[in-house]
């Protein structure tokens, strides 16, 4: 399951592997759907959208990312589009839910070959200006076969989310993340593309909140 | 893992199997401060609160429920929460993020002593009388040593969601899901507890959606 002695052209590409973001944006204020509308139109004229394909249902929008650096693609919209909704929003309570998933590019079954699995580059963006509190879990969906045990990559990441600026603290069946908006989300990013070198199909869950007036963050 | 040829009292409890929630609600209304507590308060008055332990913290609230049907009652409290917010919105778009765990009690770690799993009765409850809809994923954390494949528990889960009054169609990441608030409510809770016979640690997550004005549901 490593790469280490894989060539380029073996490791599954972005599109194999179906990573990709479910996001929902939830101001919370009367005029909730220009809100939105224009915080999506905010994300379109910086370029933040550009190469992803959006697709939007009742509940979320589907936002998949093909080509370099999906990982960072994915990360620089929601926080773009999060930022300006609090900004519109008259800097107020804006939550974000935050789905991103690698490795079962299907809709109902995973029909991912398997492959060896690529390395991200860690995300590495500007900070975002806001501060950020999330709720976050992370989800390696192991196979029989597999020989490791699912907690142990999650102790993995959550040590790793320690070593960085974002403070976080276990809760239960979750941990919290405080910081800058992007921070936040870039540190449940890299290591949910850890996690996918070693485990093919892995999904991570993020509740961020921005602008909240009974959080440490507001 | 099978409960067949176990006797009661070896069978793992609520207590130890940590069934619990975290829920987030989120009124689209500038007085969501207001809404929040009264749906709240809603909940403690009717009894939707009776016997679970709620701690709040910036994100969400943590609900745990021990003793007889804590399926049933925590899909009673998110319900009746959920449905009391739109009320107060003014019938308007209210939007519930709902994480229900069972198999790891702890906080950061997973300290289930593999036991007898229990079954638990299907939720039945009345209808809510809200129309909903959800996008919803559902995760059986395997370890190595279990035989089955984690997508095999997923595809019959969303199989027996289909033969429900709630209508279900495939998404990328997750089933959307569309009926009455508490049956779809009650469609993921049976699935996540019918996982549970068979898988420890088992988790799903549902974004819920009443009242949006751009939804089939409203």
Known sequence: MTTTTTTADQRATPEQLGIGMRLSVHPHCD?????????LEDARVSGAADGLETVTD??????????????QRLVRYAAEVLAAAHRRCGDGHVVAHVLLSRGCPGEATCDLTVRALPAAEPVDLPAAGVAAAAQWSLYPLLDGGDTSDHMSHIEAAIDASRSRG???????????????????????????AAVGREVPHVVTHLTVSVGSPTGAQS
């Open 58 to 71: 009742e509940v979320s929008t589907y936002v998949a990312a093909s080509g370099d650096a999906p990982e």
């Open 31 to 39: 005029d909730f759907v220009d809100v939105i509308l224009g915080a």
């Open 166 to 192: 974002v403070a976080s603290e276990p809760a239960h069946y979750a941990t919290l993340l405080r910081g800058d908006l992007t921070e936040v989300l870039a540190t449940a990013a890299d290591a949910w």
